[in-house]
């Protein structure tokens, strides 16, 4: 019937836009990334050094105190 084509076209154009909606944001996710590329790795290489310190200092507390 002209009911069933008419929702089934409607059907199609709202799954066929909810597609290229669902790849812009993933095209805007994937661009972010890349430019969270350019500082992510010098972050991650301070926090690691700071978090190296730590264990380093702890573990002469600990030894500065006679409990490790």
């Known amino acids: ?5 008419a929702s089934a076209v409607a059907g199609g154009t709202a799954g066929v ?3 290229a ?3 812009q944001v993933v095209n805007q996710v ?4 890349t430019t969270m590329g350019d500082w992510l ?8 050094l700071a978090l190296a310190g730590y264990v380093i200092y702890e ?7 006679g409990w490790a």
């Not at 019937?1 to 084509?5: P, V």
């Not at 790795?41 to 690691?48: D, F, K, Q, R, S």
């Not at 573990?59 to 105190?65: I, P, S």
């Open 59 to 65: 573990r002469w507390q600990q030894r500065k105190g």
């Open 41 to 48: 790795v010098p972050a991650l290489l301070v926090a690691v």
């Open 30 to 33: 994937k661009s972010e990334v």
């Open 1 to 5: 019937s002209s009911i069933n084509r």
């Open 21 to 23: 909606q669902t790849l």
């Open 17 to 19: 836009a909810a597609v």
